[in-house]
């Protein structure tokens, strides 16, 4: 069968940890010069339609140094955009590439996509969900914690695409999740059923500092996110105080960290002051969203197990 990377609630602690592993290698090896052609002559067709920085550079330079090719489409410049179904899409692209990485709206989309594919399917982002990033996140907090069992991870802001996957990708790998969102922004109710499974190791909280308090990883994401930009304002208003700032890391560990997925609305989710302080970290996470795609194409789409 053919591997897709379509949404984290699909992988085990296992799949997961298995993924990191070759993530840590593979950037030892680009950070040593060791050769890891392991995608040598293969093409990978990378669908965008939203905007992307992260994901675009990070998928074409790891698939470049994997020995492979990257090729990026606008839907505003294939059919796709003008109305040719997904599943034909689907069906050329398996004919020409040897896998295809797409960032759309509707996670059925990403699923009808890989329905279809002959090849792997990974999702570069839905509004239901972001698994590249979060593996990029665990990475990053297993570098810098040395474990991901037993952390207690904070999600503060909007319940979006960010806190499902970071939700899910947490409890999987043995952490304690506390998510701080308004009522009414909660996050998926298919990942809030899922939490379910996880008993007291998951809770929302309205209040900030309820969910902060001895957190060992603080994460937020913008209030409104892509295909919201009309709710801005309004969400501007109701996320007032869905903020890491001072105060909130003064409730949080004593050592804890701070991710971002970027991009930041510095002054919104997160302050100019703690985004500062706490940059190294959040650009290591940017940095590993390289490593992480690598070993996922890697997995997906070549020889490595
Ligand atoms: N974090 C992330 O996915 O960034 P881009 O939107 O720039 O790809
Ligand atoms: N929640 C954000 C994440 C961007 C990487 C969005 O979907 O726009």
Known sequence: ???????????????????????????????????????????????FQKSSTRTRVSFDVGMFQLGGHAMFLSTADIQMGRGESIRDTARVLSRYCDGIMIRTYGQDEVEELAEYATIPVINGLTDYSHPCQVL????????????????????????????????A??????????CATPKGYEPDPQILDFAKKYGDKFSWHEDVMEAARGADILVTDVWASMGQEEEREERARIFQGYQINEAVMQTANKGAIVLHCLPAHKGEEITEDVFEKYADCIFDEAENRLHAQKAVMAICMGETK
């Open 169 to 178: 990708g947490g409890l999987i790998t043995g952490m304690k999740v506390t």
């Open 136 to 167: 990029a996140d665990l990475m990053t907090i297993r570098e810098h914690q040395k474990t991901l069992e037993g952390l207690h991870m904070c999600y503060i802001g909007d319940g979006n695409n960010m806190a499902n996957s970071l939700v």
């Open 1 to 47: 069968m053919k591997k897709d990377l379509l949404k984290i609630t699909d992988l085990s602690c296992e799949d997961i940890t298995h993924i990191l592993d070759v993530a840590d290698q593979l950037k030892y090896n680009q950070k040593h010069g060791i050769p890891h052609r392991l995608l040598e002559g293969k093409t990978l067709a990378m669908i």
